[in-house]
T-cell receptor
Framework: LAKTTQPISMDSYEGQEVNITCSHN???????ITWYQQFPSQGPRFIIQ???TKVTNEVASLFIPADRKSSTLSLPRVSLSDTAVYYC?????????FGKGTMLLVSP | SQTIHQWPATLVQPVGSPLSLECTVE??????LYWYRQAAGRGLQLLFY??????ISSEVPQNLSASRPQDRQFILSSKKLLLSDSGFYLC???????????FGQGTRLTVV
């Protein structure tokens, strides 16, 4: 199965922009790239999804280069409540695989 | 609206005992269904997925099995639990590959 690789942890401060990058080295042609957020003892929650170029919604932006071997989740002006684990995933027709996640710690 | 139910929330089982975790989805039909395990720390490991009744795909050889007896019901089982089966088990569904997945609240399994 295709795997994703992302940094184990990142630190930031309130009000800063945070960019988390993921490697999708074996992504399949038909796979979408999706990002999820997870708080302790809860199930992950969808943030954003894209196939190529840039996607923006009310909470984040997603940048995907033409070769689709990486993606970058951009969180504008993070707050303390954005402290969580962030997962990138390869979203296939039937499979949905995740990496180990990036623990983002936002400090005051 | 669609909802996903996963139970129990916590479970403590002795080594060698059987396991049955149930997940049901309401408000949709023919969903893709998934079972994940999250060991201490993090990392979501895909265990099983199903695209239809009776169709189960296993991603990791292990002590567990899954079944889908009904369209919106997904069951994770084991005949004999091992200590290494401890973890946080998550069920998820999505209507199709381009759609977001919705996760249950998870089951914290501790094998003692």
């Amino acid at each position: 199965l295709a795997k994703t690789t992302q940094p184990i942890s990142m630190d930031s401060y309130e009000g800063q922009e945070v960019n988390i990058t993921c490697s999708h080295n074996n992504i399949a042609t038909n796979d979408y790239i999706t990002w999820y957020q997870q708080f302790p003892s809860q199930g992950p929650r969808f943030i954003i999804q894209g196939y190529k170029t840039k996607v923006t919604n009310e909470v984040a932006s997603l940048f995907i280069p033409a070769d689709r071997k990486s993606s970058t989740l951009s969180l504008p002006r993070v707050s303390l409540s954005d402290t969580a684990v962030y997962y990138c995933s390869n979203s296939g027709y039937s499979t949905l695989t995740f990496g180990k996640g990036t623990m983002l710690l936002v400090s005051p | 609206s669609q909802t996903i139910h996963q139970w129990p929330a916590t479970l403590v089982q002795p080594v060698g005992s059987p396991l049955s975790l149930e997940c049901t989805v309401e408000g949709t039909s023919n969903p893709n269904l998934y079972w994940y395990r999250q060991a201490a720390g993090r990392g979501l490991q895909l265990l099983f997925y199903s695209v239809g009744i009776g169709q189960i795909s296993s991603e990791v050889p292990q002590n567990l099995s899954a079944s889908r007896p009904q369209d919106r019901q997904f069951i994770l089982s084991s005949k004999k639990l091992l200590l290494s089966d401890s973890g946080f088990y998550l069920c998820a569904w999505r209507p199709g590959r381009t759609a977001e997945a919705f996760f249950g609240q998870g089951t914290r399994l501790t094998v003692v």
